[in-house]
């Protein structure tokens, strides 16, 4: 039986600028992605890969097309409310980590569950829980300075899990990490697909990604080019 889809972009066009300087990040894109599948998009520096993982993330919004999200269609939603959809169902991580320096691991993890009414000790749970996913529970009271890259990126990965989304979206998430330790970031994505059936899209141009993911949509120039 075919899974049944998470994400649908469809005719989605976005536009920088305008006049003579106008650029056209993205041109008529229309993509499914299906529930618990890992996709890959890839494409040169510059191809629209950003633009879109942030246009699926509901980040940012499309000049032309529709974004339906588990079968929310985000096209009327205000700002508040996107944000809320991001909250409730999208997880981020990013090629440069983008941890709170002055927060601990544990305190970066936590920081999504803030925004909902959770009991205190529920939150404690779920963050001890997803720092043990990522193995790093025993570095739960460490800056991000006292880490790894590496730790950093898992650091990252425990805190898009944290609040159970439907998709996991990461850009360019083994860009800043040596190859051994890109890998290990991989390995650790992967598994929580594997495991736990976690949608996941993956923005690189990295060759170790993308001959591993099920499913490799190319961007060129903004559109979607045919294998
Ligand atoms: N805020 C912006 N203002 C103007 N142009 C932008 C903006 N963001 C992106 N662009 C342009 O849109 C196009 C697509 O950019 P995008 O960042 O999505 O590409 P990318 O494939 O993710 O690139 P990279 O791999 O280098 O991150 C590029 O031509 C870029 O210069």
Redesign the pocket.
């Known amino acids: 039986m075919k899974e049944p889809i998470i994400a649908r972009l469809d005719g989605i066009s976005r536009y ?2 305008s006049g003579a300087g106008q ?1 056209n ?1 993205l041109e008529n894109i229309t993509l499914s992605f299906d529930k618990g599948a890992m996709t890959a998009l890839a ?1 040169p ?7 879109l993982l942030h246009i699926l993330g509901c980040i940012d919004k499309p000049d032309k097309g529709t974004v339906l999200i588990d079968g929310i269609d985000t096209t009327p939603l205000s700002l508040e409310q996107l944000s809320s959809l991001r909250l409730e169902k999208i997880g981020f991580v990013f090629q440069s980590f983008n941890l709170i320096p002055v927060l601990t691991a544990y305190e970066n993890v936590e920081l999504p569950l803030l925004f909902k009414e959770l009991p205190k000790q529920l939150i404690a749970e779920k963050v001890q829980e997803v720092l043990a996913k990522v193995g790093l529970l025993e570095r739960k009271n460490h800056y991000p300075r006292q880490l790894s890259g590496g730790q950093q990126q898992r650091v990252a990965i425990a805190r898009a899990l944290v609040g159970n989304p439907s998709m996991i979206l990461a850009d ?1 998430p083994t860009a800043n990490l040596d190859s051994n330790t890109g890998k290990s970031i991989l390995d650790l994505l992967f598994s929580l697909n594997d495991r736990e059936s976690i949608t996941t899209v993956i ?1 690189s ?1 990295d060759p170790a990604v993308l001959e591993r993911v099920g499913k490799v949509v190319r961007i060129r120039d ?1 559109r979607i080019f045919p294998d």
């Open positions: 920088y600028g650029v990040a494409g520096s510059g191809s629209g890969k950003s633009t360019e923005a141009h903004g």
